[in-house]
């Protein structure tokens, strides 16, 4: 059979790359292992404004804008909305951290996500107030995989199967099995470092885990953000998350850290007891060393393309970047500096 392009990985990198590039009307065929991938065991959470510092994520109207089109495109094909807006309370820590939110408050740029300090609603512990945000919520990451994987099935573009790389020929045409194709995008998370063309790319891997957790009483209206999260997800439901470990990389959830979670909201928001934790699960983020994604084409093997590299922001960032990659692929306009794997070539892919 001859394609177009052959995709590698059906997480969130892969499957919104997928729909795009199937939008442009391409011949498409999306391989995956059917494992559990961190894109289904994210919380989906979309929050412009980040960290102890508060800082808005770099061109955040641009990639907010393209992701909430994106996602509101799936919503209108698939009768289904994926991306649930939500705002989010910061319990602010200390008041150091009172006076910075007091001046991203006034700050140019910020007014559009940020509303106003106030008192910390019945239940939560925040002796130095609360920030309040807006445009932030969250994308419910398994509905919107699943519906694609049968899509693409319907579509006869999807493969369950474990790709070897020793089944790519790249001479005298690109073929991998029975397919022909004329490229082949690697979208293979955490799973890159195996990759014999792209592996040697710094990646910075975080692990994160995540609690789905039962409660005994009414969820608050927003997301509660203390360094980690809630994020109530329905009546008397709640996520816990997400703990970040650029140690132990595997995907084996851990009793410590589950402890260490629970403390954890515990100390902000004592009203939530009891609870019942009943689903626990871990993945690892593709974080990358210089917060980038890594997009683009091997120096020698031209039609060989990765897409990866999204860390802790895929459902923000994603859209847009399938987007810059599919442009690229079409009519060679230049992916953005910053994203491209150019500036590893010197490093990574000499020899
Ligand atoms: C606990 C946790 C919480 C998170 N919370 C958020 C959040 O709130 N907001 C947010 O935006 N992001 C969050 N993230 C990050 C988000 O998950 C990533 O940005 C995103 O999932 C990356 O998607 P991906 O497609 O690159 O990788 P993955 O989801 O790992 O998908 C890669 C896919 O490739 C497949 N694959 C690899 N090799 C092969 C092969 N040889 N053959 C076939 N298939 C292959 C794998 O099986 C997998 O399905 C979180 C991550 C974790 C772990």
Redesign the pocket.
């Known amino acids: 059979m001859q394609i177009d392009i052959l995709l590698?990985?059906?997480?969130?990198?892969?499957?919104l790359l997928a729909w795009e590039l199937h939008r442009r009307g391409y011949r498409i065929l999306l391989?995956?292992?059917?494992?559990e991938?961190?894109?289904?065991?994210?919380?989906?959470?979309?929050n412009p404004i980040t960290g102890q510092r508060l800082v808005k994520q770099a061109e955040v109207e641009t990639l907010l804008s393209a992701a909430l089109n994106c996602y509101e495109q799936m919503a209108r094909q698939f009768r289904q909305g994926f991306f649930v807006p939500l705002p989010m309370l910061k319990i602010l820590r200390s008041q150091k951290e009172r006076e910075l939110a007091e001046r991203r408050l006034n700050e140019p740029g910020y007014g559009d996500f940020l509303v106003d300090l106030i008192d910390a609603p019945p239940g939560v512990n925040a002796p130095f107030g609360v920030l309040q945000q807006r445009q932030t919520g969250?994308?419910q990451?398994e509905a919107l995989l699943q519906q694609l994987r049968n899509f693409l099935l319907s579509q006869g573009s999807y493969r369950q199967?474990?790709?070897?790389?020793s089944d790519i020929r790249l001479q005298p045409a690109l073929q991998w099995r029975d397919i022909s194709t004329r490229h082949i995008v690697f979208?293979?998370?955490?799973?890159?470092l195996?990759n014999p063309w792209f592996g040697g790319l710094p990646f910075q891997l975080a692990?994160?885990?995540?609690l789905s957790c039962q409660s005994h009483q009414a969820m608050p209206a927003q997301i509660l953000n203390f360094g980690h999260w809630l994020l109530p997800v329905g009546v008397q439901r709640f996520k816990l998350?997400?703990?970040f470990d650029t140690q132990q990389l595997d995907t084996m959830p851990t009793p410590a850290t589950k402890a260490a979670l629970l403390a954890s909201l515990q100390t902000v928001y004592p009203a939530d007891q009891p609870h019942e934790v009943c689903q626990h699960?871990?993945?690892?983020?593709?974080t990358t060393r210089d917060k980038q994604p890594f997009i683009g084409s091997h120096p020698q093997h031209t039609r060989l393309h990765i897409f990866?590299?999204?860390?802790?922001?895929?459902?923000?960032?994603?859209p847009w970047y399938a987007a810059r990659f599919a442009d690229y692929l079409q009519q060679q306009t230049p992916l953005p500096v910053a994203c491209d794997i150019r500036r590893y070539y010197d490093a990574h892919f000499s020899a």
């Open positions: 590698i990985g059906q997480g969130l990198a892969g499957s391989l995956d292992k059917g494992l991938n961190a894109s289904q065991v994210a919380a989906g959470l979309i969250y994308l990451t199967t474990d790709l070897q790389y979208c293979e998370g955490y799973q890159a195996n692990k994160g885990e995540i998350g997400a703990s699960r871990a993945g690892i983020r593709p990866n590299g999204f860390g802790a922001k895929g459902s923000l960032a994603i």
